[in-house]
């Protein structure tokens, strides 16, 4: 599939109808710098639809991109970023944390995305037990590869594969554009089968 259009709607903070528009919802969350934006925008090819920056805590609302007219990308604050206070962490996982567990949005798929050189970290641990206790489809991505030489990539994404077991993972590097077309058909075998079963609210 080629995303031939990708527009920013709206940023929210709770509740809003657009959640309940029927449209699928391909939600981006990892921590803080993982590079959720970047991906956004190497997906959609648009550089800048997305806010990136180097400094960790950029997005701090749930950004919606409307792509192909047809399906959201869902652009979430990272979590686990110490440097903001502790009311604020708080504000964002809540945040989070309701669209996952509470907000009832069922047609949707979560990118779970992690930092390859990092590795899973305790709070990636804590949000996959999540996703999976609450059966919330997901897709995992290490992502940033590129920050790892050959013989380093292959041994840290071993790593990372066993501890996600049997889910897949996909490689990828926003800077090299490399895993792309595999992100993509994974996004898109998702859109096939909510296009397949009666819409949900
Ligand atoms: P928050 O919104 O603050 O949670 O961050 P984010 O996860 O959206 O990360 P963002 O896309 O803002 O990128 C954070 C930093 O990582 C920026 O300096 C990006 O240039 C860098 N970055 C993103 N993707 C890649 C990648 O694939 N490789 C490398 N080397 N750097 C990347
Ligand atoms: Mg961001």
Do not use: C
Not at 11 to 19: F, H, Q
Not at 29 to 36: I, L, P
């Amino acid at each position: 599939m080629n995303i031939t259009s990708a527009r920013f709607i709206k940023g929210i903070i709770g509740t809003d109808d657009m959640l309940y528009d029927g449209k699928f919802q391909v939600a981006f969350m990892g921590r803080s710098n993982v590079g959720k934006s970047s991906l956004i925008n190497s997906l959609t090819g648009k550089d800048g639809l997305a806010r990136s920056s180097s400094s960790p805590g950029k997005t701090i609302r749930m950004d919606f991109f409307l792509i192909n007219d047809t399906f959201y990308f869902v652009d979430f604050p990272g979590y686990g970023y110490a440097k903001r206070s502790r009311e604020a962490r708080d504000t964002l996982e809540k945040m989070m944390l309701w669209y996952l567990l509470y907000s009832e949005v069922k047609n949707r798929t979560v990118v779970l995305i992690i930092d390859a050189k990092v590795g899973v970290t305790a709070y990636d641990q804590e949000m996959t037990k999540r996703l999976w206790e609450e059966h919330i489809d997901h897709i995992i991505v290490a992502n940033k590869v590129d920050n790892l030489g050959r013989g380093q990539r292959d041994k840290q994404l071993t790593l990372i594969r066993n501890t996600y077991e049997p889910t897949d993972v996909v490689a990828y590097s926003s800077k090299e554009e490399f895993g792309r077309n595999e992100l993509m058909k994974k996004i898109l075998s998702r859109l096939q089968l909510t296009a397949l079963q009666p819409q949900q609210k």
